[in-house]
Structures are given as structure tokens and as C-alpha cells.
């Protein structure tokens, strides 16, 4: 194996200019490893979703099958990589005694080396870089420099979506709390208007009308503003309005 980065190897920003998702951006990582081992015929990129392994893109032919049989038996160089955070390598399967029958079933399916790089590792979105060789040390000639700066920028790619995935998932919830505050105002603001009342006093009042209804104080008062205007508030639950 050598050493160092190969000129033409694409980076991060250029893949992602390229990439209109990140499995598009993915697979690019994928294909740009494949090319950086010569002695490799397939490359899998591993993630873990929901607590399961999937491999989300592949590029040659090897690693669907041998990804799948090792997520079957809940063992495999791939594996080690993503839950353990090392790299693996197999330079001999048939020499290997690791993984219970796996390494049997590669060297059935033709496979005699593999080399796995842990992406993300210790994260909930961990992964792993897998290449598969059917030759015996099939990685000699392979640029671990370049598939390292691979596996980091994958790292960096899915750090980047899980980030604009979290802020998306905070504006929506941001946004649902600043409708139901907006909605409960109102409500407030009818019962302050028939009760003559102070605005704590409103919101006591709701509250205790929603906890013996049993119904969310901000459904309750969805419900109050309906009947009063006509039209529910967005995102309310349907009421006919008072006659």
C-alpha cells in the first residue's frame, strides 16, 4: 500500500457541486475509492440507520453480497470498522479465522481481500468505506492516503446533512410553537373579552378547561377561536362553527 494523496483524487467541494443528494454524493465517494485500489472490483459504503446496517451505494460488483452476509449474521470486517472506529484489513480470507463463516462465504464468492475505513465513527449515523479484492493482498498498490480522505470527507458530508437535517427539524418545531402561542393568545383574549378577566386569569381558566376535557390546551383553544371567527387556524382540528 502507499502513502500520500493522488493529485487527481476529487474533493470535498468539487463532489459536492456535482451532488444534488447526499447518496449522489455518496456514491462519487464510492466510485472515486474503487478507483484508488486497483486490485478492488467493488467498494460499499455502509451506514447505520435506525440501529441497522445498510449499505446506501455501491460501485463494481462485489460488495452488495458481501455487505449483506454480513449484516445476516451480525459480524464482518465491515462491521468492526463502523462499530469499533479502526480500519480492517484482510490480506488472505482463506487465512481468516475472524468472523465466524464469513470469510468462507468470500472465498466461495470469489473474494480473497478486503480493506474497510470507519466513517463517522462513535456517531449515531456511523459507517464504513468497504472495498473488496478478489485477489490476495489486493490492496498493495491501493492509495490508503486518498481512501482515508475519502472516508473523512464522507464523514464530513453526513455531518453536514445530519446538521441541516437537525436545524430543519428545529425551524419546524419553532414554528409549530409560535402557532400554538399565537392561537392560545387568541383564545386568551376571547375569554378575557366575555369574562372581563386578566390575561392569567384567561389562561388559569383554559388550562383547567383542558385538563377536564382532557383535550391539549392549544386543540382547546383552536376549538374556542374556530367558533368565534369560523375558520379553524391552520394546523386546528376541524369544528363546525357555533350557529
Same mark, same amino acid.
Given at each position: 500500500?502507499?502513502?500520500?494523496?493522488?493529485?487527481?483524487?476529487?474533493?470535498?467541494?468539487?463532489?459536492?457541486?456535482?451532488?444534488?443528494?447526499?447518496?449522489?454524493?455518496?456514491?462519487?465517494?464510492?466510485?472515486?475509492?474503487?478507483?484508488?485500489?486497483?486490485?478492488?472490483?467493488?467498494?460499499?459504503i455502509?451506514?447505520?440507520r435506525?440501529?441497522?446496517?445498510?449499505?446506501?451505494?455501491?460501485?463494481?460488483?462485489?460488495?452488495?453480497?458481501l455487505?449483506?452476509?454480513?449484516?445476516?449474521?451480525?459480524?464482518?470486517?465491515?462491521?468492526?470498522?463502523?462499530?469499533?472506529?479502526?480500519?480492517v484489513?484482510?490480506?488472505?480470507?482463506?487465512?481468516?479465522s475472524r468472523?465466524?463463516?464469513?470469510?468462507?462465504?468470500?472465498?466461495?464468492?470469489?473474494?480473497?481481500?478486503?480493506?474497510?475505513?470507519?466513517?463517522?465513527?462513535h456517531?449515531?449515523?456511523?459507517?464504513?468505506?468497504?472495498?473488496?479484492?478478489?485477489?490476495?493482498?489486493?490492496?498493495? $498498490?491501493?492509495?490508503?492516503?486518498? %481512501? /482515508? !480522505? =475519502?472516508? &473523512? #470527507?464522507?464523514? *464530513?458530508? +453526513?455531518?453536514?446533512?445530519?446538521r441541516?437535517?437537525?436545524?430543519?427539524?428545529?425551524?419546524?418545531?419553532?414554528?409549530?410553537?409560535?402557532?400554538?402561542?399565537?392561537v392560545?393568545?387568541?383564545?386568551?383574549?376571547?375569554?378575557?373579552?366575555?369574562?372581563?378577566?386578566?390575561?392569567?386569569?384567561?389562561?388559569?381558566?383554559?388550562?383547567?378547561?383542558? $385538563?377536564?376535557?382532557?383535550?391539549? %390546551? /392549544? !386543540? =382547546?383553544c &383552536? #376549538?374556542?377561536? *374556530?367558533? +368565534?371567527?369560523?375558520?379553524?387556524?391552520?394546523?386546528?382540528?376541524?369544528?363546525?362553527?357555533?350557529?
Amino acid at each position: 500500500m502507499t502513502d500520500g494523496l493522488t493529485p487527481g483524487t476529487p474533493d470535498l467541494v468539487s463532489l459536492l457541486l456535482d451532488s444534488d443528494t447526499l447518496d449522489e454524493f455518496l456514491q462519487a465517494l464510492a466510485e472515486s475509492a474503487l478507483a484508488q485500489a486497483p486490485g478492488a472490483d467493488g467498494c460499499g459504503i455502509t451506514l447505520e440507520r435506525q440501529h441497522r446496517p445498510l449499505t446506501v451505494v455501491s460501485a463494481g460488483i462485489s460488495a452488495p453480497p458481501l455487505d449483506e452476509a454480513q449484516y445476516a449474521q451480525d459480524d464482518g470486517p465491515c462491521l468492526e470498522a463502523l462499530r469499533e472506529g479502526h480500519e480492517v484489513s484482510v490480506g488472505e480470507m482463506q487465512l481468516e479465522s475472524r468472523w465466524n463463516g464469513y470469510p468462507a462465504f468470500a472465498v466461495a464468492a470469489g473474494t480473497r481481500s478486503s480493506f474497510s475505513l470507519p466513517i463517522a465513527a462513535h456517531s449515531h449515523t456511523a459507517g464504513a468505506l468497504n472495498l473488496y479484492s478478489p485477489k490476495v493482498d489486493g490492496f498493495e $498498490q491501493a492509495d490508503v492516503g486518498a %481512501l /482515508r !480522505d =475519502l472516508a &473523512a #470527507q464522507a464523514t *464530513g458530508a +453526513i455531518a453536514l446533512a445530519q446538521r441541516l437535517s437537525d436545524t430543519q427539524t428545529f425551524t419546524a418545531d419553532l414554528q409549530a410553537a409560535l402557532k400554538s402561542r399565537t392561537v392560545i393568545d387568541q383564545a386568551a383574549g376571547i375569554v378575557m373579552n366575555q369574562r372581563r378577566c386578566s390575561a392569567e386569569e384567561a389562561l388559569a381558566t383554559l388550562r383547567r378547561a383542558s $385538563q377536564h376535557r382532557n383535550v391539549k %390546551l /392549544r !386543540d =382547546l383553544c &383552536a #376549538q374556542l377561536v *374556530g367558533s +368565534i371567527s369560523g375558520s379553524m387556524p391552520p394546523g386546528g382540528p376541524r369544528v363546525r362553527p357555533r350557529p
